[in-house]
């Protein structure tokens, strides 16, 4: 009996030594990015540095919600997220820490990560103009803004407001221009819609292809999805203010949670994320662009052409995202 209890007691013992060694090399994240998206980079990380990273996949909002209501008991090292809103969001509440690493400084450019070094974006979304290149030439566009003068009446489509992306690019704009201009550039868009506001980006850019209207606004990844499906659709894509501040971008990215139990190795894992090897991963499953401006994208990608990003800081879309949708609500954009 005695014998038993000292063998069990040092088993524990032996389990206690043994359990945070191994556990140390393994990273726990929460990630809105599905498996398909993630498993094969995480799989070559693990390859390559023995470290095991495990995750659970569930929508923006739901990881959001789970890692407030776990608190300091989250078995989440790291939260990998779309959209900047959703990023800034996660910090608002507290669930990331900043990260003081100049590897991620280095590669990823200052207006893709959060001014308090709590998130980093790790792939660029750009939202931009696509056309009906039947009824349309490039030289008839220029800017996001001027989809609201009075020659593209009726021949304008747009996803729905409630979509994040388009908080965010209007959050952007009120960055860029302040709020007023920004509701008369909205206004001005929603009396030129040919159909109310579509549920996705795809169904939009299936309506300009289908001849409902002429231009829109759309992430070029669903661009990139649709013609892969269904190539020879009538669509161009079109990089708008140039000559002014830049396309609009957003990013997917990812930030170390406020009680991580493997910081160091979340941050190492974070840091070969954005390393030129990590960024074509992380961005070519999705046709996204490479957030680390020394590596180049997918060949589909690069053949869209190349253009200026607008450099205001996405964390504005963060920041500004009540006043977007409420200023979109008084513009009567649905
Ligand atoms: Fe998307």
Redesign the pocket.
């Known amino acids: 009996m005695k014998m038993t209890s000292f063998g069990a007691l040092l088993g524990a013992a032996v389990f206690a030594f043994a359990a945070p060694a191994s556990a140390e090399d393994e990273v726990v994240v929460y990630s809105a990015r599905n498996e398909q998206l993630i498993k094969p980079i995480f799989d070559a990380y693990t390859k390559e540095t023995g470290v095991r990273i495990k995750f659970i996949t569930d929508k923006e909002g739901a990881l959001l919600q789970r890692l407030k209501a776990e608190g300091d008991n989250t078995p989440a090292d790291m939260l990998i997220t779309?959209d900047a809103g959703n990023l800034w969001e996660a910090a608002r509440e507290g669930s990331l820490k900043p990260v003081q690493s100049k590897v991620l400084a280095a590669n990823i450019p200052a207006h893709l990560r959060d001014p308090g070094n709590q998130w980093f974006g790790l792939s660029v979304?750009a939202r931009t103009i696509f056309f009906n290149n039947q009824k349309v030439k490039p030289a008839d566009l220029s800017t996001y803004e001027d989809l609201g003068s009075p020659k593209w009446k009726g021949r304008l489509c747009l996803r729905t407001s409630k979509k994040v992306?388009n908080q965010s690019l209007v959050a952007m704009m009120i960055a860029e221009h302040g709020e007023a201009k920004a509701e008369q550039v909205i206004k001005s868009w929603i009396s030129n819609l040919a159909a109310d506001p579509f549920p996705d980006?795809t169904k939009t850019l299936e309506a300009i292809a289908a001849g409902q209207c002429d231009v829109g606004i759309a992430?070029t990844?669903?661009f990139g999805r649709l013609v892969e499906k269904k190539p020879g659709l009538p669509l161009g894509i079109f990089w708008p203010n140039q000559k002014q501040n830049g396309v609009h971008v957003n990013v997917s990215g990812a930030g170390i949670t406020k009680h991580a139990k493997h910081e160091k190795e979340a941050v190492r894992l974070l840091e070969w994320l954005s390393s030129e090897k990590a960024q074509n991963l992380f961005a070519d499953v999705n046709l996204e662009y490479p957030a680390n401006p020394a590596v180049k994208p997918d060949p589909v990608v690069a053949a869209w052409g190349t253009f200026k990003q607008n450099p205001v800081n996405v964390a504005k879309a963060g920041e500004l995202q009540a006043a977007a949708v409420k200023l979109m609500d008084r513009a009567g954009y649905k």
């Open positions: 779309v979304r992306y980006d992430n990844y669903y």
